[in-house]
Nanobody
């Protein structure tokens, strides 16, 4: 499975960005996709994930993005998006797309190369 992210960049505080991630390859076994981020000197942390093999698209968010970020999926296009609104300087990080295969134990994670997001005036 290959994951390719796009949409990162520089934005002012209070602004918005939309990240996208396209999955290719053996995607039939992927049933969860989402986003993590890693700021300099920090651990990689969960931002938001969505169950991709259910029509209700159950989503999970980190507390620090609730009400500001929205994760969504397009199963037909094997794509997951992250709409980020009301961005803050502390949202500055490299954002990584994640795809998880729950069909094997333990679940296996695939990662994209990361797209940088900088929130600064």
């Amino acid at each position: 499975v290959k994951l390719v992210e796009s949409g990162g960049g520089l934005v002012q505080p209070g602004g918005s960005l939309r990240l996208s991630c396209v999955a290719s390859g053996t995607v039939y076994s992927i049933n969860e996709m989402g986003w993590y981020r890693q700021a300099p000197g920090s651990e990689r942390e969960l931002v938001a994930t969505i169950i991709s093999d259910r029509s209700d698209g159950t989503a999970k968010y980190a507390d620090f993005v609730k009400g500001r970020f929205t994760v969504s999926k397009d199963n037909a296009a094997n794509t997951v998006h992250l709409q980020m609104n009301a961005l803050k300087p502390e949202d500055t990080a490299v954002y990584f797309c994640n795809a998880r295969d729950h069909a094997i134990q333990p679940p296996y994670d695939y990662w994209g190369q990361g797209t940088p997001v900088t929130v600064s005036s």
